[in-house]
Nanobody, 121 residues
Framework: VQLQAYGGGLVQAGGSLRLSCAAS????????MGWFRQAPGKEREFVAAISWNGSSTYYKDSVKGRFTISRDNAKNTVYLQMNSPKPEDTAVYYCAGAKVVPGQPDQYDYWGQGTQVTVSS
């Protein structure tokens, strides 16, 4: 599975932004998917994850109620809707695929290249 994340950019605090992650390969629908982020000087951290069929979702506490992860298996795409982002959400966002989610980063088999999200105050 190859992953391509896109949709990042500059957004004002309180605005909205939707990240997308397009996957190639017929096994996409059998994988759970996650979003991680990494800010300068910080370790990569978990943001959200969704099970292979979308029935279960998981979130980092600080994004609950603001971010929503979803997927469309017919389009081989997973999304991260970011509402009311805050400056502390600024980071490079990565999508990743794993057989079991949420899991730790080293349990993810496939990673996208990352897309920059910058939230201005």
């Amino acid at each position: 599975v190859q992953l391509q994340a896109y949709g990042g950019g500059l957004v004002q605090a309180g605005g909205s932004l939707r990240l997308s992650c397009a996957a190639s390969g017929r096994t996409f629908s059998s994988y759970g998917m996650g979003w991680f982020r990494q800010a300068p000087g910080k370790e990569r951290e978990f943001v959200a994850a969704i099970s292979w069929n979308g029935s279960s979702t998981y979130y980092k506490d600080s994004v609950k109620g603001r971010f929503t992860i979803s997927r469309d298996n017919a389009k081989n795409t997973v999304y991260l809707q970011m509402n009311s982002p805050k400056p502390e959400d600024t980071a490079v966002y990565y999508c990743a695929g794993a057989k079991v989610v949420p899991g730790q980063p080293d349990q993810y088999d496939y990673w996208g290249q990352g897309t920059q999200v910058t939230v201005s105050s």
